[in-house]
């Protein structure tokens, strides 16, 4: 009998991950409109300390002790881990670091056995090496205070929550907020923001983070809000579970884009311009679908987007690639964006938007512990709500 709800938790949770997969995924993982982070470069501590775990033995008896200090906003929370486990006779046989790594999901086999050789994971009241074997009614007990992840540092910045629970949090991202930290900005993050109102996201990679979106895109950002959880929705991301439908104005007719329904392109890093992304023969895998495509005018379209692969920009990219590209995208767009027929206050309206107009309006996914199928959507915002008002302005398709 398990006494411990929140490793109940842990393991649907682990149920979830594919058991070789994401030890596999430092090449990249899939996440925006979008941004893709090489994690081995930029979030390598998504990955190195998060080994999955084989799917068996699921019967064992725990008891655990977490801290429940009052949260503080703004304030990191120490976590205090303290869970015996008493050995079940179907783990009798197993090493040490084995058992462990099935009872405790929320470490890696690499966190656990450095905790059996200094001596917070003690077998029998004493410590011994990993490959130790068990017999059954050992006991198990594990004994550490975990430490915040990286030198982000909470801030109080408002953000919008959409859907929150236990294990998740959506958020509705603003034009102009960078996700997380980088080079020329330390501050002002959505990471910042989360340690600020969920401090024990400290403990997490990221604050929680499972995808990204550009600083000028606005929308949907998926968060987990435990390791299970984030982990979780990792592999999902990774297997195409979860999608991502985006809403943007383009400069294209829409008979035009409707013979690019599906973009079928590989993406790779601009030779030149390093921070540029476009479509070659040598980049990685990307398909871009027009879901709907709806007429603004004779010249400009609404499109409902969807991503069946998450690379860098990969939307504006695809779309300028076809030649039809996005309102306000300054790197992709340039001159083109400007078509012929269109009223002074039109073309006013597309010379001055701030930013691109692209917005991640919908988020479906499998919940990490309860299973169910869950949707999430928010309203475009208001800055494109005018730009299509400006657009479609005494324009009556036939």
């Not at 130790?132 to 004994?143: E, I, M, T």
Request: net charge negative; glycine share 6%; charged share 25%.
């Amino acid at each position: 009998m398990n006494n411990n709800p929140a490793l109940d938790d842990q393991r649907v949770a682990k149920d979830l991950l594919a058991t070789d997969e994401l030890s596999d995924n430092n090449a990249s993982d899939e996440l925006d409109d979008g941004v893709a982070v090489d994690f081995d470069e930029e979030n390598a501590e998504l990955l190195d300390d998060d080994e999955l775990l084989d799917d068996e033995d699921e019967d064992q008896d725990e008891e655990s002790s977490y801290s429940d200090e009052p949260r503080v906003a703004g304030q990191p929370i120490p976590e205090v881990i303290n869970v015996t486990h008493i050995v079940a006779e179907n783990e009798a046989g197993l090493r040490i670091d084995k058992v462990a790594s099935l009872i405790f999901t929320d470490f890696s086999r690499a966190q656990l056995q450095g905790w059996i050789a200094d001596g917070s994971l003690l077998h029998n009241g004493k410590v011994q090496k990993s490959k130790q074997r068990v017999k059954p009614n050992d006991v198990l007990h594990l004994s550490t205070t975990l430490q915040q992840h990286g030198e982000d540092q909470p801030e109080n910045i408002d953000i919008e929550v959409v859907y929150e629970d236990e294990a998740v949090l959506v958020i509705n991202k603003p034009v102009g907020m960078v996700v997380h930290p980088g080079a020329g900005n330390q501050t002002g993050t959505l990471v910042n923001a989360l340690l600020y109102h969920y401090p024990q996201q400290h403990h997490l990679p990221r604050a929680g983070l499972v995808h990204r979106i550009d600083k000028d895109t606005s929308g949907l950002l998926l968060i987990g809000k435990t390791k299970p959880a984030q982990m979780a929705l990792m592999a999902q991301l990774k297997d195409k579970s979860v999608y991502r439908h985006y809403q943007c104005v383009v400069a294209g007719d829409q008979a035009s884009l409707m013979r690019h329904r599906r973009i079928d392109a590989p993406i790779g890093r601009h030779r030149n311009q390093r921070t540029k992304m476009t479509v070659m023969t040598a980049g990685r895998e990307a398909v871009t679908h027009l879901l709907e495509v709806t007429a603004l005018n004779d010249n400009y379209t609404l499109l409902d987007v969807g991503l069946e692969t998450g690379r860098t920009h990969q939307i504006r990219v695809h779309l300028s690639h076809i030649t039809y590209p996005i309102v306000g995208d300054r790197v992709y767009g340039g001159r083109r964006q400007l078509r012929s027929g269109l009223t002074d206050k039109q073309r006013e309206t597309i010379s001055n938007f701030p930013r691109q107009a692209l917005h991640a309006y919908a988020l479906g996914f499998v919940h990490p512990t309860t299973g169910e199928d869950i949707e999430v959507t928010t309203p475009i915002p208001e800055d494109m709500q005018q730009l299509i008002a400006v657009l479609s302005e005494g324009y009556f398709p036939e």
